[in-house]
């Protein structure tokens, strides 16, 4: 596709369930994000992506959250046991590269509602 | 950890009227980038400013990134319905390229 797509757009989970959310970047972008956005809220940088390689992932708030790139092109993030703090938008982006100021394209994000 | 501060946090404004949201920081930023998001998408970017003093325009918005880059603003003239939604602001932290993002104003135009 042409832009970045994301995948459940919404996703409702009991407390305690485990989730998956899906990220297809943009063909050939190197770096990739995962942001975090709390209603009423800015987004907030959870991890990086260069390649398949995650060289930052300290914004992750806490040791149920698990991101994956294995071949470098689509990315995972996964939230263990999730509790009612996880419920929030969350947004995946792309970039050709990590230059500063690249522009990053964002995904429509998926929001997860956990009960 | 820097952080950006916007204001005002919720704008309600009457088409053909002028207005201005700021973006302040305590820290310097190597670039400030602005982004607008309307609901169920994800933010698009509008315009990135560099250089301290820097004036860009995009049609009717405005974006002035100051002096010292720390502080940044967007003024948006003769506003119309299409231009409601959520105006984010964010800087690179880094040299990482992740975005630091402000909590944005949300930006309500009445016809």
């Known amino acids: 596709g042409a832009g970045v797509s994301q995948s459940p757009r919404y996703k409702v989970a009991k407390r305690g369930q485990d989730v998956a959310l899906r990220c297809d970047p943009i063909?050939?972008?190197?770096?990739l994000f995962w942001y975090q956005q709390a209603l009423g809220q800015g987004p907030e940088f959870l991890t990086y992506?260069?390649?398949?390689?995650?060289?930052?992932k300290s914004g992750l708030p806490s040791d149920r959250f698990f991101a994956e790139r294995p071949e470098g092109s689509v990315s995972t993030l996964k939230i263990q046991r999730t509790q009612q703090e996880d419920s929030a938008v969350y947004l995946c982006?792309?970039?050709?590269?990590?230059?500063?100021?690249?522009?990053?394209?964002f995904g429509p994000g998926t929001r997860l509602t956990v009960l | 950890t820097q952080l950006l501060e916007q204001s005002p946090q919720f704008l309600s404004i009457q088409e053909g009227e002028n207005l201005t949201v700021y973006c302040n920081s305590s820290?310097?930023?190597?670039?400030l980038q602005w982004y607008r998001q309307e609901p169920g998408e994800g933010p698009v970017l509008l315009v990135t400013v560099v250089t301290g003093g820097e004036v860009k325009k995009l049609k009717r918005l405005t974006f002035q990134f100051g002096d010292a880059r720390k502080d940044s603003s967007l003024h948006i003239t003769a506003a119309q319905p299409g231009d409601t939604g959520l105006y984010l602001c964010?800087?690179?932290?880094?040299?990482?390229?992740?975005?630091?993002f402000g909590k944005g104003t949300k930006l309500s135009v009445k016809p």
């Open positions: 982006a792309s970039s050709s590269d990590r230059v500063q100021g690249r522009e990053q394209f």
């Open positions: 820290s310097v930023f190597s670039s």
């Open positions: 964010a800087g690179t932290e880094g040299s990482q390229g992740n975005l630091i």
């Open positions: 063909s050939g972008h190197v770096s």
């Open positions: 992506f260069q390649n398949e390689a995650q060289l930052d």
